[in-house]
């Protein structure tokens, strides 16, 4: 049984920092696409970033991109997001996600249908 678990986030002032680390089990990381999402009140479930450790690659919303680092300690299963630069746009629950597929575009693993297990979710709050 695949499961996710999240750690991390909270509150923070604008400008200052957060990390999230999401511990998976069940499955083999390198099999995956791990990724982030979060979502805001009132709003739909919005892409962060995405990781595929096979392929070396990482992918990020252009919201977040310069500001959001997404990285993976493969021997831990854990896959890891550090939020620089926060901004009150960034409050939301942020998802852990895992897709058990190694391929597909960019549109494919920016969209929340592509993955197949997701975490609980915690809360950010950026307070202005």
């Known amino acids: 049984q695949v499961q996710l678990v999240e750690s991390g986030g909270g509150l923070v002032q604008a400008g200052g920092s957060l990390g999230f680390s999401c511990a998976a089990s069940?499955?083999?990381?390198?099999?995956?696409?791990m990724g982030w999402f979060r979502q805001a009140p009132g709003k739909e479930r919005e892409f962060v970033a995405a990781i595929r450790w096979s392929a070396g690659s990482r992918y990020y919303a252009d919201s977040v991109k310069g500001r959001f680092t997404i990285s993976s300690d493969n021997a831990k299963n854990t896959v890891y997001l550090q939020m620089n630069s926060l901004k009150p746009e960034d409050t939301a629950v942020y998802y852990c996600a895992a897709a058990r597929s190694t391929s597909g575009t960019y549109y494919q693993i920016s969209r929340s249908t592509w993955y197949d297990y997701w975490g609980q979710g915690t809360q950010v709050t950026v307070s202005s």
């Open positions: 069940g499955l083999t990381f390198s099999s995956y696409t």
